[in-house]
C-alpha cells in the first residue's frame, strides 16, 4: 500500500500499457499473422501449439509439483492412437464422437500408470514413468494388426462433424489455437487454486505438507491424472494436424522433447514451456532445412546449454529484463 | 529339457552382460549420487568402436576389448568431469543434461559409423560350438558367462577387500564423515566413474557379441539397465546382479516361451516389484 502511494499516479497506468501493448502484438502474431504466412509456416505454428500444450501438463507435475517424469508422452500417445484406431478401425469420424473417448483413455492410463509411479519417488520415479512409457511403445511396435506397427496409422483430415467446416492449414491452426488458449487458462486457473499451491508446497517440502496433513500422494496422484488429461488433449490435435501417428509418439524420445521444452522455459511458469515449444519446434524446422540428420547433435547441445547456462529457464530471465524495461521507462516518465 | 537349460544358459549370458551394464550405474547412484543416462549410449559406443576395430580393420578381440572399454571410460569421465561434477545434488539437471549427451553420442556415432545395425562379431577362439553330453552351445557365450563370474569376483574384491573399496563403500554409507575422516572423495569419484563407464564400455564389447551394435542401443540399452537398477533395487553389487539376472532370465525364457510377449516380460516383472517392494529386490541397506 505504501509503496504505492509513494508512486506518482500516472506510473501504474504506464506499466499497465506496456504491459498491455505486449499482450497486444503477442495477440496479433498468434491471431493475425498466421492468415498471411505460407501454408508450412502455418503448419509450424499448429505445430508449436501443439508441443506447447503437451510442455504445460508435464509443466504442472514437473514444474508445480516437482514430479520429473519420463513417460509423459505415453499419454500423448493414447490419445492419439485412440483418435486413429476409432477412425480406421471402428468408423468413427467425427472429432467430436472421437475426442472425448481419447481423452479419456489418456487420463484412464494416467491414472492406471500413477499408481504403479506414485510407488517411489525421484529417480525412482523418473525411471519407471520412462519404462512404462516404452512399454506403451513396445506395444505399438508388436500389435500391428491394430496399431500398424512401426508404421503406425494414418487418419483421414480432420472432420469436426460440423457443417461448413473444411480442413486447411489455417483452420487446423485456429482450431489448435483455440484449444491451446482453454487449456492454458485452464491450467493457470489449477495452479493458482489451493490446490496449485498444495502442489507447489509439496515441491518445496513434502515431508513438511505431510506434516501440515494433507494426503500428499492424492494431490500427486490427482496432479499426474490431471497432467495425463492434458497431454491426452495436445496428442489428439497431435493427430488431426499430422494424420499419422506411430510409436514414436509414446516413446521415450517424445517425452525428453517436453521435458526439453520445460526446462529450457522455465518449469513451473506455464509460459515458459509455451515459449520452450516454440525455441525446440522452431530450431527443428531451422534444422530440417539445413540438416535434419544432424538434428539430434544440435537436440543434445541444446540440453546441455539449458542445463549448465539458462538454469530456471528462458522465460524468468525475460519476465526480470521485461521488469528492468519497465522500470527504466517508468523512471523516464516520471522525470520528463 | 533341452530347451530349459537352453533359456537358462541365454539367461545367464544375458544377464552378465547386463550386469556389467548397470553396476557402473549403481555405484556411482549409490556412491556421489550421480545419475548418468547417456551409460547406454557409451556402451552402444564402444560396441561400435569395437566392430571398427575387429571386422573393419582386423585387430584381434581382445584389443578391441580394452580399447572399446577405455573409450568409454574416457567420454564417461569427460561427462562427469566437464559437466556433471557441477550438478552436484541437482537430479533433474543430471537427468537431463545425460539425456543431452544421449543425443549427442548416438549422433556421433551414426556419424562415424552409420546408420546399419552391425552383425554381432567375436574372436574367432569363440567361434565354435562346445558340445557336452550331446549339446551344442555357442562358445562365446560360455566365454560371457566365464567372463562375468570373473568381473563380478574383482569387483566384490575391489569393493569389499581393498582399501580403495572400503573408502567408496563408507563413502556410499555416509559421505560426510568420509569426507571428514580424511578422505579424498574428489580422487575417488574420479576413479568411480572411470570404473564404472569402463565397464559398461566392456559390456558393450562383450555384448556385442550377442547382439550387434545398432545406434537405437543408446537408448534401448539404457532401458534394460533402468528396469534392472529398478527390479534388483540401487547402490548394491548383490542388487545388480539379482536385478540383472532376473531380467536376462525373464527376457530367456519369454523369447523361448512366447516369443511375441518376450518383450512385454520384463516391464511385468518391473511392475510386480514395485507394488510388493518397491526399494527394488536387494537394496542397500545402510546410510541414508
Known amino acids: 500500500m505504501k509503496i504505492a502511494e509513494l508512486k506518482p499516479g500516472g506510473q501504474p497506468q504506464q506499466g499497465r500499457l506496456v504491459r498491455f501493448s505486449l499482450y497486444f502484438v503477442i495477440g496479433l502474431i498468434l491471431i493475425v499473422l498466421p492468415i ?47 483418435t486413429a484406431i476409432l477412425i480406421r478401425h471402428y468408423g468413427v469420424v467425427t472429432f467430436l464422437e472421437t475426442a472425448p473417448l481419447s481423452i479419456l483413455m489418456a487420463t484412464l492410463f494416467a491414472a492406471v500408470f500413477g499408481i504403479i509411479s506414485l510407488r517411489v519417488s525421484g529417480l525412482y520415479f523418473l525411471m519407471v514413468t520412462l ?38 492449414a489455417i483452420s487446423i491452426y485456429y482450431f489448435v489455437f483455440i484449444f491451446f488458449i482453454i487449456c492454458y487458462f485452464l491450467l493457470r486457473r489449477i495452479v493458482n487454486s489451493p490446490f496449485g499451491h498444495v502442489l507447489q508446497g509439496i515441491r518445496e517440502n513434502e515431508p513438511r505438507m505431510r506434516a501440515l496433513g494433507y494426503n500428499t500422494w492424492l494431490y500427486k496422484y490427482i496432479a499426474f491424472i490431471i497432467a495425463g488429461f492434458f497431454a491426452g488433449i495436445s496428442g489428439i490435435l497431435f493427430v488431426h494436424w499430422n494424420m499419422l501417428i506411430s510409436p514414436y509418439q509414446l516413446g521415450m524420445i517424445q517425452s525428453t522433447y517436453a521435458a526439453l521444452c520445460v526446462i529450457l522455459g522455465g518449469p513451473g511458469t506455464l509460459v515458459g514451456p509455451v515459449i520452450g515449444a516454440a525455441v525446440v519446434i522452431g530450431l527443428e524446422y531451422g534444422a530440417s532445412l539445413y540438416n535434419p540428420e544432424r538434428w539430434p547433435l544440435f537436440l543434445g547441445i541444446i540440453f546441455v546449454i539449458s542445463v549448465m547456462f539458462l538454469r530456471g529457464g528462458v522465460y524468468p530471465r525475460l519476465n526480470n529484463l521485461w521488469k528492468k524495461v519497465g522500470e527504466k521507462y517508468s523512471y523516464g516518465s516520471t522525470k520528463g | 529339457m533341452d530347451l530349459v537349460v537352453l ?43 569395437g566392430w571398427m576395430l575387429v571386422v573393419q580393420l582386423g585387430y584381434s578381440y581382445w584389443l578391441a576389448l580394452l580399447v572399446g572399454a577405455i573409450i568409454a571410460g574416457l567420454i564417461g569421465l569427460a561427462i562427469e568431469q566437464g559437466f556433471l561434477s557441477r550438478l552436484y545434488g541437482l537430479t533433474n539437471d543430471q537427468v537431463l543434461l545425460t539425456i543431452g549427451f544421449i543425443y549427442i553420442l548416438m549422433n556421433l556415432s551414426l556419424w562415424i559409423w552409420g546408420g546399419r545395425a552391425r552383425m554381432p562379431y567375436h574372436d574367432p577362439l569363440l567361434a565354435g560350438t562346445f558340445s557336452i553330453a550331446g549339446w551344442q552351445y555357442p562358445v562365446y557365450r560360455i566365454f560371457i558367462i566365464g567372463a562375468g563370474l570373473i568381473l563380478i569376483l574383482a569387483i566384490w574384491w575391489l569393493l569389499e577387500r581393498t582399501r580403495i573399496g572400503a573408502i567408496i563403500r563408507a563413502g556410499m554409507d555416509d559421505i ?22 569402463f565397464l559398461a564400455g566392456l559390456a558393450g564389447v562383450i555384448g556385442a557379441q550377442m547382439m550387434g551394435p545398432r545406434i537405437g542401443m543408446g537408448w534401448d540399452i539404457l532401458l534394460l539397465a533402468l ?56 537394496p542397500r541397506e545402510s546410510g541414508g
Open chain 2, 7 to 49: 533359456s537358462l544358459l541365454n539367461g545367464v549370458s544375458f544377464g552378465m552382460v547386463l550386469f556389467l551394464l548397470t553396476i557402473g550405474l549403481s555405484i556411482t547412484l549409490g556412491l556421489m549420487g550421480i545419475i548418468n543416462l547417456s551409460h547406454g549410449a557409451l556402451f552402444m559406443v564402444a560396441g561400435f568402436a
Open chain 2, 176 to 197: 560426510e564423515t568420509a569426507k571428514a575422516l580424511g578422505k579424498n572423495m574428489g580422487r575417488i569419484n574420479y576413479l568411480v566413474f572411470f570404473l564404472g563407464s
Open chain 2, 227 to 282: 528396469i534392472v537398477l529398478v527390479v534388483g533395487g540401487m547402490g548394491s553389487i548383490q542388487g545388480a546382479l539379482i536385478g540383472a539376472m532376473v531380467i536376462g532370465l525373464v527376457d530367456s525364457f519369454g523369447r523361448a516361451l512366447l516369443p511375441d510377449l518376450a518383450m512385454f516380460f520384463m516391464y511385468i516383472v518391473m511392475i510386480i516389484v514395485l507394488m510388493v517392494k518397491p526399494s527394488g529386490i536387494l
Open chain 1, 36 to 82: 498471411f504466412l505460407p501454408m508450412y509456416l502455418q503448419g509450424l505454428m499448429t505445430k508449436i501449439l501443439v508441443f506447447a500444450i503437451f510442455a504445460m501438463s508435464l509443466d504442472l507435475i514437473w514444474g508445480y509439483t516437482g514430479l520429473s517424469s519420463m513417460g509423459h508422452a505415453a499419454f500423448f500417445g493414447v490419445a492419439g492412437y485412440t
Open chain 1, 131 to 168: 519404462a512404462l512409457g516404452q512399454a506403451l511403445f513396445s506395444i505399438a511396435w508388436q500389435w500391428y494388426h491394430i496399431t500398424g506397427g512401426a508404421f503406425g496409422l494414418t487418419i483421414p483430415p480432420l472432420n469436426l462433424g460440423i457443417p461448413g467446416f473444411t480442413s486447411t
